[in-house]
T-cell receptor, first 110, second 113 residues
Framework: GQNIDQPTEMTATEGAIVQINCTYQ??????LFWYQQHAGEAPTFLSY??LDGLEEKGRFSSFLSRSKGYSYLLLKELQMKDSASYLC???????????WGAGTKLIIKP | DTAVSQTPKYLVTQMGNDKSIKCEQN?????MYWYKQDSKKFLKIMFS???????INETVPNRFSPKSPDKAHLNLHINSLELGDSAVYFC????????????FGQGTRLTVV
């Protein structure tokens, strides 16, 4: 079967670093995505990993280990505007369908 | 210009009614999607259209029907609305099925009373 697990909620301090983990199970892996969703708004794309390793994009980085079925999103120099839900999604090779996690609600405190 | 636009943003209607949600993308993408996000925030794919052909049709009730007059539009029609249909519905598009980034519309919050 297919399954995505990520923590429900995390809290971090402004200016700090936070790592949001995602583990997945899928029969045909074809890429892992991270999206950001502010309350009441649409998801917006953050990153895409299909090969093992770290992808860095400004304050955000995403890591993938296909053998472990594991990814993390690393957010540096946290800002209050980073308070949002972070959604992990995995694409299945057979039908290009995205399977989504429930999201991790990140709360940033001053 | 808004890349993916859907209307209406809010929709309140009674059980048993029929309603439609419209979606348009001006990105020239070949693939469009409809997602349902429930109260637990899970995003679930309902339909996707690739260049006007239905590619994925998840096990959604046949009361839901996607309609695509052209590749820039993918509307969602819902018959005989039920209380459990209350959710936020998102339209999205990507360059193609293998696209690395999907662009989402603002969402339609549907409330069935």
């Amino acid at each position: 079967g297919q399954n995505i697990d990520q923590p429900t909620e995390m809290t971090a301090t402004e200016g700090a670093i936070v790592q949001i983990n995602c583990t997945y199970q899928t029969s045909g892996f074809n890429g892992l995505f991270w999206y950001q969703q502010h309350a009441g708004e649409a998801p917006t794309f953050l990153s895409y990993n299909v090969l093992d390793g770290l992808e860095e994009k400004g304050r955000f980085s995403s890591f993938l280990s296909r053998s472990k079925g594991y990814s993390y999103l690393l957010l540096k120099e946290l800002q209050m505007k980073d308070s949002a839900s972070y959604l992990c999604a995995v694409r299945d090779w057979s039908n290009y369908q995205l399977i989504w996690g429930a999201g991790t609600k990140l709360i940033i405190k001053p | 210009d808004t890349a993916v636009s859907q209307t209406p943003k809010y929709l309140v209607t009674q059980m048993g009614n029929d309603k439609s949600i419209k979606c348009e993308q001006n990105l020239g993408h070949d693939t469009m999607y409809w997602y349902k996000q429930d109260s637990k925030k899970f995003l679930k794919i309902m339909f996707s259209y690739n260049n006007k052909e239905l590619i994925i049709n998840e096990t959604v009730p046949n009361r839901f029907s996607p309609k695509s007059p052209d590749k820039a539009h993918l509307n969602l029609h819902i018959n005989s609305l039920e209380l459990g249909d209350s959710a936020v519905y998102f339209c999205a598009s990507s360059q193609d099925l293998g696209g690395t980034e999907a662009f989402f519309g603002q969402g339609t919050r549907l409330t069935v009373v």
